[in-house]
């Protein structure tokens, strides 16, 4: 059965949070033959994602992180999540002009997300110390740490070399790829990749 309400739960993490959409592709590539379109999946099966995502049991693909480029926290830039759609920039840079010198602010317009720098990177700090505190016009707004940003491209993909003695060349795809060569220069590769989420 669909449920439009779960779906427009998912469609809005998937807007306005990375970490939870990391987290959704992960989960339907486990268990859900990679379909990332929430309406490719009945009212259980959603209501179980929200749950374990409560719970905090879902694991982040580690190809994922690499793909779309999420990496280790950074210390230097805040995210800040489930912000109104129509809130205004100066908004924001009120809120949190009260914790600190802001270095940048790029608010995301429509979308409900924005993300923030400081003079200083231990104001963050500061601020995720009262993460379940943080309200604007009496709404809680989700603040955390941006992912450090490693990939490049469109579609992320990748192709792994390998060399041989004598001469042997390999290639691989998605994934890297491993060569081997014999002494007439003959070589094999074998690359290792994902299907491609949509």
Not at 149 to 155: C, L, Q, V, Y
């Amino acid at each position: 059965m669909i449920d439009e309400t779960l779906i427009n739960q998912v469609k809005e993490l998937q807007r306005t949070d990375p970490d939870a959409k990391l987290k959704w592709m992960s989960f339907t590539y486990e268990s859900g033959n990679n379909k990332h379109d929430p309406r490719a999946h009945d009212a259980s099966y959603l209501q179980e994602f929200f749950d374990k995502l409560e719970a905090d049991q879902i694991t982040i693909d580690p190809w994922f992180e690499q793909k779309f480029g999420m990496g280790e926290p950074s210390k230097k830039e805040l995210f800040v999540g489930r912000l109104p759609k129509d809130i205004e920039e100066y908004e924001v840079q009120a809120y949190f002009s009260e914790w600190g010198e802001i270095e940048n602010l790029t608010l995301k317009e429509g979308k409900g997300y924005a993300f923030l720098t400081f003079t200083d990177p231990t104001i963050i700090d500061s601020i995720l110390q009262h993460k379940d505190d943080h309200k604007i016009r009496d709404d809680w707004i989700d603040c955390k740490r941006t992912a450090s940003r490693k990939g490049k491209g469109k579609d992320g993909d990748r192709k792994g070399k390998g060399k041989g003695k004598d001469g042997g060349k390999g290639k691989g795809g998605d994934r890297g790829g491993k060569g081997k060569g014999d002494g007439k220069g003959k070589g094999k590769g074998k690359g290792k990749g994902r299907p491609q989420p949509y």
